[in-house]
């Protein structure tokens, strides 16, 4: 009976596991199987060749000795099992840095801690209330998170470079009871937005006595790994951006839960922007611990102005404008269209209904000349009125009814620069979700081809996020702004345009950012067609030469993606181990 029990067992999880796979063949196709056996079986393998090849850098740990007079704090405290107290303690022994000093914390209010395997006179013993202890450093650690040998050293580096960042954050991964490392988190340097809605920093964070003290930050906070989120908030408020270290410097028990209950965080979040005076409304992403949609109201109904440059296709126009005045629920817009000289009867005749239908809200301007996307979208914004800008295409679709009033209410803080969502293909695969720089041969659109219910690296597609560029088939922007970074380069006569603008919005200390709530259909390229003819790639290389001349370092390395992972824009790990 048990010989047929277990039979009956194996046939039953045969059944289950080809029914997935029929399934997700059904969904997604042979490519999306690919994607999944690719991302179960061989991410682990990945990841541990990685860390193999890491470990063989000679260059990791920098010139030793350099910053020899940076004295850190290891603040440890005496919760969890010995165990894993050990191993922590073991890891800040074997640091490539000398210059720390190891205190363990109690709770004041607790039972006397043990720990058998160290003795108290060779450490500092402190109370969870107590001042902060003098030092350059502070680096908190928890029963059972490990340090790798570099990572004070890496640090100490940074701090140098970096004195009055908020904060310094590494990578990190997990480790399993057998001590074994997966799950790497390759982490953007600092996303402001991604932050609040993920924390995406996570636990590898270290903080500067310089930087606490203009804080007044002067005792330990509140005891688990919340009061460091709620420390890493509180410092924010010093307007002095955090430092990132693109390496895995810290690592966590596999079964780590960073927050308590999502009601906690959330209050935390409450707090800071309270004390910003900001009117944010805080809501938990459903099914989704640990990350949040943070909306910002429109306190203001400005009005928005919608560039759209066109020549003939009067079915995809059509479609573009029925959906914008039918299906938006936000109605202080005008549409200014600039009409690059379109000859068929449909189009001119669907031009001049929309004339009639919407006079107050349509103008639509000749152009008679070659096609400049550049050169075009600046004449539309002199004809413009608004207070924001839209650029899109003429072949998109709006599909989420309240698209203008959720970007608008993100571009109008004055932080923000340009504003992009999530543009799908008819099939409902996704087209863009922000343009990573300094991969395939300059850039590619991120997630291009994922499922739209995909979660994206370190579940960006589930919330707001920054990224360095936006694509202009739909991006918002202050007028003002625009105005002030002087408009598209037009020097960018068809790609790259927006890319040069967006990396002018970052450098002028802007951060851009994608809504993957906001979203449109985007016909991609069905006005003017591919770039796949000998002159138009020419043309397309010239300009993305063009951008690699202006801005050499960004189009080497996106910030907002890891060097660590690959050169394809794919959100995996790279073939090749990149010292920082």
Known sequence: MKVVNRILSALHGFSRRWASLNFILRQEGPAGLHRRINAKWF????????????????????????????????????????????????????????????????????????????????????????????????????AGDRLDPCALKQV?????????????????????????????????????????????????????????????????????RQGLFDLCLYLLDTNAPPAHIADVLYSVPEDTVFFQTGDETRASLQRMFGRREAAV?????????????????????????????TRDKPDFLARCLGSIFSRSSYSNFEVVLIDNGSRRKETLDLVESWRNR??????????????NFSVLNNLASEQANGELLVLLNNDTEVVTTNW????????????????????????????????????????????????????????QLLVKHNVLAVTAAC??????????????????????????????????????????????????????????????????????ELLKMRWPDLMARDPFYNPQLDKMGRHRIGQEYAAP
């Open 404 to 459: 203008l009033e959720q970007m608008a209410a993100e571009a109008l803080r004055p932080e923000a620069g340009c504003v992009g969502n999530l543009l799908l293909y008819p099939n409902g695969r996704i087209q863009h979700a922000g343009i990573v720089c300094g991969v395939q041969a300059m850039a590619t659109h991120a997630y291009k081809d994922e499922q739209k219910t995909a979660k994206g690296y370190l579940n």
């Open 281 to 309: 409304e805080v809501i938990s992403v459903p099914g989704e611990e640990g990350l949040y949609d943070i909306r910002r109201p429109l306190k203001c109904s400005p009005l928005i102005s919608l560039l759209i440059c």
């Open 475 to 544: 991006l918002m922007v202050q007028k003002e702004l625009y105005q002030r970074l002087g408009g598209l380069d037009e020097a960018f006569a068809v790609a790259g345009g927006d890319i040069d603008f967006c990396v002018r919005a970052y450098r002028a200390g802007k951060f851009n950012l994608v809504l993957p709530q906001v979203r449109l259909y985007h016909y991609e390229s069905a006005t003017r067609g591919f770039e796949d003819s000998p002159e138009k790639l020419l043309r397309m290389q010239k300009e993305y």
């Open 156 to 224: 100490a580096q940074t701090a140098a470079l970096h004195p009055g960042a908020a904060f310094i954050y590494t990578d990190e991964d997990r480790v399993d009871h057998l001590d074994r490392h997966h799950s790497p988190r390759f982490k953007p340097d600092w996303s402001p937005d991604f932050f609040l809605a993920s924390n995406y920093t996570g636990c590898a964070v270290f903080f500067l006595q310089a930087t606490l003290m203009k804080a007044e930050i002067t005792h330990l906070p509140e005891p688990g």
């Open 43 to 142: 991410a682990k393998s990945d990841y541990l060749t990685w860390r193999r090849a890491r470990e063989q850098s000679g260059v990791r740990c920098g010139v030793a000795g350099e910053f020899s007079a940076f004295e850190f704090a290891i603040l440890l405290p005496v919760s969890g099992p010995a165990a894993a107290l050990q191993a922590t303690f073991d890891t800040v022994q074997n640091q490539d840095y000398p210059h720390t000093r190891v205190y363990l914390v109690k709770d004041p209010n607790g039972p006397a801690p043990e720990w058998p395997d160290l003795s108290a006179d060779d450490l500092t013993w402190i109370s969870a209330n107590d001042p902060l202890p003098p030092a350059d450093g502070y680096c908190f650690l928890f």
């Open 358 to 371: 919407e006079p107050e809200r349509f103008q639509c301007v000749r152009v008679e000349q070659e096609f």
